[in-house]
């Protein structure tokens, strides 16, 4: 089941994705559910999956404005460093980590599907990270790895996109570089996590124009999903609604001689086996319209 977020003339909605076109929920779920976070949280996706099974769709999918999944999720945990031929990409003979690198970034760092990327006036090196997302469905603290895939809703695509020279202004910090407003993208929709029979077999490929960069699978991760959760599980509640990026692959501009970053009329494609594409056109700050985060 494919659920996503959405505006249409204006107004904040979210719906279910069916071939003939998408299926409008905001008002159909009672009072208590008018987000997709609010599903999750109310754990109503089996009320969401009753309504796709027997309602016709209200809107073609090319008539709506794609919003992030989870437009404002209490936390967006990344993880870096993630595939092991990641790290080995680094090339500073260190050994494979112990623990996973952990950062933060704010739900105004990102845009929906369609929207674009914006490249800052205050740095020419906007890079792309294609990832995939852990949506958290149901709340837990100090959760066990066997218990781990049941805290998942489901999974979407990242371009955990990042400006490279302010990852370097601090000492031990990556934040600036990391939440610069509407560098990333989160879409088009979630995937529910039912559709899935196996977590540490999905693909993973970032194309710019076309050109693939960025290729792997999830069998090459040091911290599979269920070692994440139990992981961030074990300082920090989980809620409903939490988005976890699991990591990017080799291949991000930064890593070319010399390096490949982003600029005002590229696009970015972001692929997740069994989830769909995030693509996203790139444009200077200055050119791009002023709108609202997805």
Known sequence: MKLLSFELQGQPRFGVVKEAGVIDLTQRMGSHI?????VLRHDALDQARRLMQSTSPDHALNSLRYACPIPFPEKIICVGVNYAH??????????????????LRFPGSFVGHGEPLIRPPESQQLDYEGEIAIIIGKAGRRIRVEQAHQHIAGLTCMN???IRDW???GKFNVTQGKNFDRTGAIGPWMVSADAFT????????TRVNGETRQEDNTKNLMFPFAELIRYISSWTTLQPGDV????????AGVRFDPPRFLKAGDRVDVEVGGVGVLSNPVADESSASPTEPG
């Open 244 to 251: 976890i990026a699991t990591g990017t692959p080799i291949g």
């Open 34 to 38: 008018t987000t997709l976070r609010d």
């Open 86 to 103: 990641r790290n080995a990409e680094y090339k500073d003979g260190s050994d494979l980590p112990k623990y996973p690198s952990i950062f």
């Open 198 to 205: 196996d977590f540490n077999q999905l693909s993973i490929c």
């Open 160 to 162: 955990e996109g990042t």
């Open 167 to 169: 990852l370097r202004h």
